[in-house]
Each structure stands twice: as C-alpha cells, then as structure tokens.
C-alpha cells in the first residue's frame, strides 16, 4: 500500500507545509534581530529522548527537525522525510529522505544518521521516556543513503503521526561522535535554529541556522529567559523586558487581555490534569473509594474558581482535540453525599490518612488546584494529607516501583504530542507503562483495558480504530484509576506588535517567522 506525499521541490514544499500552520514567510517579511522569551523551567536536556515534559521538546524542536510535520488535523506534510510506503501486509515502512539536507555544522543528513535516532530510542539500555510510542519498530534498515525501512513487529496504526515526534529525529553523526551522551548539552540538529549558549537557571540563546533546508527564519536570535516566578513573567512583559510570556497566571489573563499592548493565545491544550490515584496500594485500590474520590470533587467549580476558566471540566480521558476522544456515558458530578455512601461501602477507614503529592510551577495552578482537593476531600472527612514538591524531585520518584513508592494520590498531566489520544492511553494507563517501565502514575493495569487498546493499535480501519478506543475509555473511565480533573489551555501573552506567533493543542509555540511592528 503506498501512502506517498508529493516530491514537491524544497521551497515549495516547505512554504505548503508552514503555510499550513499559518507559518510561511511571507515575501517582504523584515528581518527581527532578537526575539526573548520568559519561560518558567529550565531543560533538563536537549536530548528529546530523555526529557520528561512537552515544553522541553518544544524546545528541542528548535534545533532539530522531525521527519513529518502532522497538523491539528491530522494531516501528514514533509519535513525530512518526503514521504513513505507501507508494505501490504503492514509490516515495512519504508521512509524516503529528503536528499540536501544539512546539520547545522554543514554534515550532510542520511540514512545512517537517521537510523542511528531509532536505534537509540530503542535501546532497553537508554533512557527514553516515550519508548512505548515506538516498540512495534523490530528494526531499522538502511536501504541507501535515503531511504530506510522500519521493520515491524505489529501494523502499527498511530506509527507515521509518531514520526512527527523530535523523539527520533537524527543528530549530527560528526557531534555525537565528538559529544557522545553529552550531545544534551551540545545537540546539532537539522532545524531552523542552533544552540548557541546554555546558562542552566538563567537562559537558553538560539542563533539562525544558515543550513537550514526550509525558508530561512525572520528571527535572527531567540533569548530565553528562565523566570519561575509567574509573576515576574507577566510584569516583565508588561514593561518591555521581554517579548512574549509563557503560561502567565489564569489570574491574570483577563487584565492581559485588556491591555491593548498584549495579545493572548487560549487554545484548549491536550492535556488532561488529573489525581493519579494507586490502584495497587493503600485504600485507593478500592474500585469503590476511587470513585467516590471522583464525586466529591467539583470540577466545574474548581475551573471556575481556581483556574479562573482556563480550563475545561473533563468530560472523558481524552481531549476532545484528540482522535479516539469521546464524552463518556455517565459523568461523576459533583455529588458529595454519594461520595460518602461510596466510601462508607467501602469500608473507607477515616482514621488513616490520605497522602497527596503534587508539583509545584508544572501545571496551571497545581498547587492551587491540589489545595482545592484537598479541602473538597476534608469537606466529607477524610484526612487528606498534602505534600508540595519541586518538578525534578517530583519526576524523579514517579518511577518507582510499586514496592517503593509511598505515592497514594499524586496531581499529574498528559498531554500526547501529536493528535493521537494513543500516546496518552499508551503512556500513562498501559500495563506496558507501570513504573519502573513508564510514567503510569496510577500502576493502572487492567487486562479488560488492556485488550481493547492493544487492539486499537493494531486496527488499521480508523473508525473501527476509533471505537476500540473509546472503549478502552470506557473501561478506564469505570475504573477511576485517576480522579478526571480538566483539560488545560495552552496560555500565551506576547506583544501586540508580534504577528505570525501560533500556538496548538500539543502546547508548542513557533515563532520561526513572525515578523514585529
């Protein structure tokens, strides 16, 4: 079966392909000389393998460049690659290279390079935190110095939307030969920018890649500087310091919506936040107590009033940006008193504790949030009991296995980075992900779940794929092996004067060719 994209000519195709993200240059477009940015956390690398969270990978994204760019449709365009061929039996990809294309340090992309990301993605050996969206690859074969073949272990159906994912984009093979492991500090990629200085706590400066196979950037230099603070942020926007702020406070985003100086971008992210709840361990691996948590929360209430309604109550597992969603049967409204009935059935013994964690600066509010919890959960007289951390030490102790975590309830988010809820399912409600493997924070594993999502993967007839999933959500959602919270927006202010700045679902930014009044 052949799924091949047009072998437009270089330019042309990479105008259709940012023009389609409303990102092509446009012929008269002035040149901006710097462009800085407030962001609120520092990378922990530039190795998209190893990074644990969606800005991170923007990030990467700057430097490096993925093999296919997959719009909020769902549509596939070239990027490096320029297109591919499945086999009729489904097994073999074959993935065409777009022949020309040159790292930032003048090495020329080829096959060997690209084959040497999967690999490493691949390896049990390596840390890689979103393996799981890549286990059907048995192998990659070169076949010449453009054309690879991913051999598969199983038809793999979100597979060619997984290649839009700088997870398996290829380094320098001259860099990582000079930096080895260290390339996370010193990534050459094929993207429109290269990484010029990394202070760690202070800022990230991106210069101009001259090398770069698409149209060349507007923005000469990108600064960004790291400003936890939210507060900060926003007042540094305000008075000229910085250009656009990233994730200011839900607070405040009316008053900055009413500044004619700063426009904000609200789209509805991807990403579901969400209490894991341990469906293994302590009082919440009662079906029962897990749903009742679910009742005694007001979500719509909570989005409302802590969130200041930038967000979405959810209404099911998957955003409803995201192919394989579905608003679920049955909704757990608000309803305290059946909380009680539940519990109380449960045998729930109020004496003990219920231990809650959650970061604090990763999400919208999570500490507010998480608070919000936790008084709705002492309005019916458990003992909830709240511990706030930083990211890293939070990250850090996600993974560990059942017999040494101490985690009951912990605030968490998943937002897939494409516009497959597959990532999602796959990355934080699969038996394959249960930690030490994944980040399935909730050591959620039920075989009833497991077998419709298996095969959905496998189902290559998107509406029989659809309803398998929603299926599978189905499950999950009966289960309650999270307390469903709401679905985030994706929070942007930037000057007025910035036009061309977009911002989608899978909260990435491009400012690649933005132009400033």
């Not at 054309?147 to 984009?169: H, M, Q, R, W």
């Amino acid at each position: 079966m052949t799924r091949k994209l047009s072998y437009w000519p270089l330019i042309v195709a990479a105008l259709i392909v940012f023009a389609s993200l409303g990102l092509a240059p446009g012929p008269c477009r002035a040149e901006v000389e710097q462009l800085t940015i407030a962001i609120g956390m520092d990378l922990e690398s530039f190795n998209p393998t190893e990074t644990r969270n969606n800005f991170a990978r923007n990030l990467c994204e700057f430097v490096l460049d993925t093999y296919f760019l997959v719009d909020t449709e769902g549509k596939v365009h070239p990027h490096l690659a320029t297109g591919y061929d499945v086999s009729p039996d489904g097994l073999t990809i074959t993935l065409h290279l777009r022949q020309g294309v040159k790292f930032s340090d003048g090495v020329e992309m080829k096959a060997d390079a690209c084959k040497a990301a999967f690999d490493r993605v691949l390896d049990p050996k390596r840390r890689a935190t979103l393996r799981f969206a890549y286990t059907s690859i048995k192998e990659v074969v070169v076949v010449d110095d453009y054309t690879l073949d991913l051999k598969l272990n199983y038809a793999f159906a979100p597979l060619i939307s997984c290649l839009g994912i700088e997870v398996v984009s290829p380094f320098s093979p001259a860099a990582l030969e000079k930096y080895g492991d260290d390339i996370r500090r010193h990534p050459v990629g094929a993207g429109p920018y290269m990484l010029a200085e990394w202070v760690k706590g202070d800022r990230i400066v991106f210069v101009r890649n001259d090398n770069y196979y698409g149209p060349k950037p507007t923005v000469k230099k990108i600064v960004c500087k790291i400003v936890p603070e939210v507060a900060t942020r926003e007042a540094m926007l305000q008075s000229g310091q910085v250009d656009i702020c990233l994730k200011p406070s839900p607070a405040n985003v009316e008053g900055l919506q009413a500044d004619p100086a700063i426009s904000v971008l609200t789209p509805l992210s991807n990403r579901i936040i969400y209490l894991a709840l341990n469906t293994q361990k302590f009082q919440t691996q009662n079906k029962l107590v897990r749903q009742a948590l679910n009742y005694a929360v007001d979500k719509k209430a909570l989005v409302k009033g802590v969130l200041f309604g930038q967000a979405e109550a959810a209404a099911g597992i998957l955003s409803p940006n995201l192919f394989g969603a579905a608003k679920m049967d049955f909704q757990y409204d608000y309803n305290p008193e059946k909380a009680k009935e539940l519990l109380k059935k449960a045998n729930f013994d109020f004496s003990k504790p219920l231990r809650m964690v959650t970061p604090q600066g990763r999400y919208l509010f999570d500490k507010q949030v998480a608070e919000a919890v936790q008084a709705y959960f002492q309005a019916i007289g458990i003992k909830a009991e709240l511990r706030v951390v930083d990211w890293p030490t939070y990250a850090a102790n996600l993974r560990k296995p059942l017999d040494q975590t101490d985690r009951e309830v912990g605030l968490m988010g998943g937002g897939p980075l494409n516009m497959d809820g597959d990532m999602l399912l796959g990355g934080q409600l699969s038996c394959e992900t249960v930690p030490p493997r994944g980040a399935n924070g909730a050591y959620y594993c039920s075989q009833e779940f497991e077998k419709l999502f298996q095969a959905s993967r496998r189902e290559q007839d998107q509406a029989k794929r659809q309803e398998l999933m929603v299926q599978a959500c189905k499950v999950a959602w009966d289960d309650c092996p999270w307390l469903f919270l709401h679905i985030e927006r994706f929070v942007i202010a930037h000057k007025s004067s910035i036009k061309g700045i977009v911002a989608v679902p899978t909260e990435r930014f491009y400012v690649t060719y933005i132009t400033m009044d």
